[in-house]
């Protein structure tokens, strides 16, 4: 079982995809010379390169999550998504992990598979929903749970970021990440 579905990643893979147009920076050897004599140009095979990916979910616990003027809390609606995010993930076979920050990092669940880890998880993300607000941090620090994800993560994953953003100075980290990874974020909103 080493991953149930191609990855996006283009890769010196076994199965091929496509033939496209030589552009500056690729790779000679992977030049298509039966198609590139047709055409009097230099083509590239694609492939696409089977692996299993890490999903890392990045959960912001802090104290404004606790706002939520309609029939749920943000950081509920936040768990929710995330349960979601992490059960899609085991179905196909990838790892999962979690950090859980306010403005430091609350909880590391380094990734793995399996459902019992996938329940871990949720009683994990359950738990910082329902511990008072003194315990955990009452500010958000993006750039803190971006430096520590990119520190602990050695291979390229698919992150997803769950935050309402309500701080500043994070627009760096986020880049670097995105660079790094496969980055989504979130936004959770009220209307108030």
Not at 42 to 64: C, G, H, N, Q
Request: proline share 2%; no cysteine; hydrophobic share 40%.
């Amino acid at each position: 079982f080493s991953g149930e579905y191609h990855s996006v990643f283009k890769g010196r893979g076994m199965e091929f995809a496509e033939v496209r147009e030589y552009q500056l920076g690729d790779d000679i050897r992977t030049i298509d010379w039966n198609v590139s004599a047709r055409m009097n140009h230099p083509y590239v095979k694609i492939f696409d390169e089977e692996r299993e990916l890490t999903v890392m979910i990045l959960f912001d616990a802090s104290s404004s999550e606790s706002f939520g003027s309609r029939n749920q809390l943000k950081g509920s609606i936040a768990i929710e998504i995330a349960a979601l995010l992490a059960s899609s993930a085991i179905r196909n076979n990838d790892k999962v992990g979690l950090i859980i920050f306010s403005d430091k990092i609350e909880k590391f669940v380094a990734p793995r598979k399996g459902r019992k880890h996938i329940l871990r998880v949720i009683r994990e993300l359950l738990y910082f929903a329902s511990i008072e607000q003194g315990e955990a941090g009452s500010q958000t620090d993006i750039a803190t749970a971006l430096e520590y994800m990119n520190q602990i993560l050695k291979r390229r994953a698919t992150v997803f970021l769950l935050s309402d953003f309500l701080t500043e100075g994070f627009e760096k980290d986020l880049q670097i990440a995105n660079n790094r990874h496969d980055l989504v974020a979130i936004r959770l909103m009220d209307p108030l």
